[in-house]
């Protein structure tokens, strides 16, 4: 006697949905103002799926309206795109735009996840997200003026910007623990090697026992607007593990940098 042949539940066709349509919109943010047209083949080749899966996902678009396949078999975003762009930019709010991400990184490593913008004094956190590791890094609190020497989300900013790069190295590079970068010279250095990196990475150089690492957002022409930042227990931030949270970070920032600088001017 032949059994029931099993039938997949609503959880995982809801899964398999959702799946569906964040591949999809992830394929739509591959297009900017410095790439408006773009083949199947480079959209194959850009998010690493298979050409039938782009295929098809674009294939939806194309029927929805938001986007036009020309006869050389290009895409390129129709008006329903920036439509829906322009409504979410005219609400646009740094801090609310930054705290999903916050939230994810928070939740992804169980550490503390920052959100820093640059002022005349130093940098200054206006959001953070407490993971679930014991360690509460609770010397940087929402409002709290960090110098640009020390810990990863002010060095990063000085990496990525003249102004503030030349600010740090002018002034006083006073010593909060060992690990603090009190040469001019060799804090130079480190800062071309962050800038070449595209993230920076600190170890104990601003509290005990706490490591960080930071990636820059930018806006419009590559201008720094903040930072995303993860921090935590140093022995977190080694190996496999470090390397983790320093991809995560990276991907996180860029993908705020993406919505930030499409801001209108």
């Given at each position: ?14 899964r398999?949905?959702?799946g569906?349509v ?66 979410a ?23 503390t996840?920052f ?14 997200v ?27 900013m000085?990496a ?27 804090f ?31 806006g ?35 993908r ?6 499409a801001?209108?001017?």
């Open positions: 006697m032949g059994g029931a042949a099993p039938v997949e539940g609503p959880d995982a066709t809801s398999e949905t959702v569906s964040l591949r999809a919109c992830r394929l739509l943010e591959h297009f900017g103002a410095d790439r408006p047209v773009i083949t199947l083949a480079e959209l194959t080749a850009a998010s690493g799926l298979n050409k039938p899966t782009v295929h098809r996902l674009m294939t939806s678009f194309v029927e929805a309206g938001w986007v036009h396949r020309d006869a050389a078999g290009a895409y390129r975003v129709r008006m329903p795109v920036f439509a829906v762009g322009a409504a930019l005219a609400e646009f709010d740094l801090r609310t735009e930054a705290r999903p991400a916050l939230e994810d990184l928070a939740a992804r490593f169980g550490d996840a959100l820093m913008v640059p002022a005349d004094a130093g940098a200054v956190c206006i959001d953070r407490e993971g679930g590791k014991p360690l509460v890094v609770a010397g940087i609190g929402i409002g709290t003026v960090l110098p640009w020497h020390a810990a990863a989300a002010p060095v990063v000085a990525v910007d003249p102004a503030i790069r030349e600010r740090a190295l002018a002034g006083e590079l006073t010593a909060f623990t060992a690990a603090t970068y009190v040469d001019r010279e060799g130079a250095a480190h800062l071309a090697t962050v800038r070449d990196a595209g993230i920076a990475i600190s170890r104990d150089d601003y509290l005990g026992g706490v490591s960080a690492v930071a990636a820059p957002v930018l419009r022409d590559g201008a720094l607007e903040a930072t995303l930042s993860l921090g935590g227990r140093s022995e977190d931030f080694t190996g496999e593990a470090g390397d983790a949270r320093a991809a995560a970070v990276a991907e996180a920032a860029r705020l940098s993406t919505t930030v600088g801001r209108p001017a």
